[in-house]
Each structure stands twice: as C-alpha cells, then as structure tokens.
Nanobody, 128 residues
C-alpha cells in the first residue's frame, strides 16, 4: 500500500519548535513532489508548504514564510517540515501527500486536489 507516515507532532509552548517527518511507505519519493497540509478543528484543509522532485523549488503559505522550512532526503524516502516560533494558530493536524509530477522536476503546487497517498496526520498543539 502506498502511503505516508507522519511523525514528530506534539504539544509545544508558543515560541517553541518542532520538526515533522513524513516517510513514504510502499513507494519511493524520487518522482514525486511532496506537500505538507494542515487542518485545524472546524476549518478546511490548507496548504502549508511543498517541495519539488529536485528539491530546489519550495513554496510556502504566505503566513508561514520565514518560520517553516521544508526539505527532503530521498535516500531516506523522507520529507521534513521544520517549524519555528510556533503560535497557537499553528495548532492543527499536519498531513503530507505526494504529487506525481515526473518528469517535471522543479515545480510544486499547494493544491490539495492534485495530491494522493495521504498519511494519517500528526497532531501539533501549540499551547501554554
């Protein structure tokens, strides 16, 4: 079964940091752009960040630029999301998913409808 497994979430105080991991299971990431998305209670799923197949192109939600950093390590079949200066409004379940863009290696988009192989998500709670 092709899917992602997210981890690294938890409870953190405002201003704290977390690093989320997203490991692909049943397939290799080499030919996929990967996106991180989040969904807070009562809200729609929103795009957080994405990274191209080559890793040289990343996109972020405007409100998150400068605080979040996405990266990938294809040798580990893993994508990361480093989150700094966390705020209570960052509280959500964070998901990753794959977008089959091959052979286009240097773009990514944050349109959730283009993504498949969603993981179960990892809960991030920012609270004092």
């Amino acid at each position: 079964q092709l899917q992602f497994v997210e981890s690294g979430g938890g409870l953190v105080q405002p201003g704290g940091s977390l690093r989320l991991s997203c490991v692909a299971s049943g397939f290799t990431l080499d030919n996929y752009a990967v996106g991180w998305f989040r969904q807070a209670p009562g809200k729609e799923r929103e795009g957080v960040s994405c990274i191209s197949i080559s890793g040289d192109r990343t996109n972020y939600a405007d409100s998150l630029k400068g605080r979040f950093t996405i990266s990938r390590d294809n040798s580990k079949n893993t994508v990361y999301l480093q989150m700094l200066s966390l705020k209570p409004e960052d509280t959500a379940v964070y998901f990753c998913a794959a977008h089959d863009l091959y052979p286009v290696r240097s773009i990514c988009v944050m349109d959730a409808y283009k993504y498949n192989n969603w993981g179960q998500g990892t809960q991030v709670t920012v609270s004092s």
